[in-house]
């Protein structure tokens, strides 16, 4: 099968169509990458080429030594990928020291892999360890209510993941361990990259103050479900905070616990108790 043709492939080009709808992905914001399994990796061998040089990370991943990902280009536009997703896509190669790349598919109208290439590394890394390989998808994106309320609300993960679960009953169950939260830092290098990887042991979501979100997930539908479902609780409190500073009624703590036995989940203790 072509590479292009693959179902993961497919889901990916119709993730990047599908966030720049959402309103997701101004310009060349946004990016998105993916682990691919060995088994399909092996079905598109023969259409990589491996004669492109190794080029630095910038980060160390050794637990993803010899992995291969697809990744968006840095500088391309989501709203692209779909029209032509050779060039604005790369498969690229991990070294076996894990601190090189090499492109072997894609960008064919030139170009690199995502700016933000050590924090989806990085938390790669993380995520293959903490959930014994089983998240394959980071995904990156800017969008506008949660944004807007890293200008609203201190910047502390208890209080980001108790709001966001009081606007949308199923937040609880969607993200039960909740939200990591990134103080400002210039976006692209290792230190935001080591920030962000460090919170996603805990979490699948981790909010970058003033810039956007990135999420973890084991496929591309939970992931951009995650997305999803976090900036539209976002939209809500957004709404809730433009009419008045003061709720009239929420979900309370007794509520959350009744809801976590009923639902199977574990509560991050910390939101839980947020407002005790
Ligand atoms: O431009 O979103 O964070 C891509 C980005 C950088
Ligand atoms: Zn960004």
């Known amino acids: 099968m072509k590479c292009l043709e693959t179902p993961w492939m497919q889901g990916m080009i119709r993730m990047c169509g599908d966030g720049f709808r959402q309103g997701w992905h101004e310009r060349n914001g946004g990016n998105l990458s993916y682990r691919i399994p060995q088994t399909e990796l092996e079905a598109i061998r023969g259409q990589l080429s491996f004669d492109q040089p190794w080029q630095p990370i910038t980060a160390k991943v050794p637990g993803l030594a010899g992995e291969f990902f697809a990744v968006t280009g840095s500088g391309k536009y989501m709203r692209n990928v779909e ?12 070294s076996a020291d894990g601190t ?73 169950v969607v993200f039960p361990e909740g939200l990591g939260v990134v103080k400002w830092m210039v976006p692209g290098g290792r230190a935001i990259a080591e920030a962000t990887s460090v919170q996603m042991e ?31 609780s976002a939209e809500i409190l957004i709404k809730v905070l433009s009419v008045t500073p003061h709720k009239q009624q929420t979900i309370t703590t007794p509520d959350f616990i009744a809801l976590a036995e009923d639902f199977h989940v574990t509560l991050n203790p910390q939101a839980l108790h947020q407002n005790d």
């Not at 970058?208 to 990135?214: D, E, R």
């Open 83 to 94: 029209l032509n997703p050779a060039a604005n896509l790369a498969i690229i190669e991990i």
């Open 100 to 172: 090189q790349y090499r492109i072997v598919w894609g960008l064919t109208e030139g170009g690199r892999p995502t700016s933000e290439l050590p924090t989806h590394l990085m938390n790669h890394e993380v995520k293959k360890r903490v959930t014994q390989g089983k998240h394959r998808v980071i995904y990156h994106a800017h969008p506008a209510n949660l944004i807007a309320l890293t200008f609203i609300l201190p910047l502390d993960p208890a209080v980001f993941t108790r709001e966001l679960w009081e606007m949308a009953t199923e937040c609880p």
């Open 202 to 232: 805990q979490v699948n979501a981790v909010v970058w103050a003033h810039h956007g979100l990135f999420c973890s997930g084991t496929d591309f539908d939970e992931t951009f479900g995650l997305m999803h479902t976090i900036e539209k």
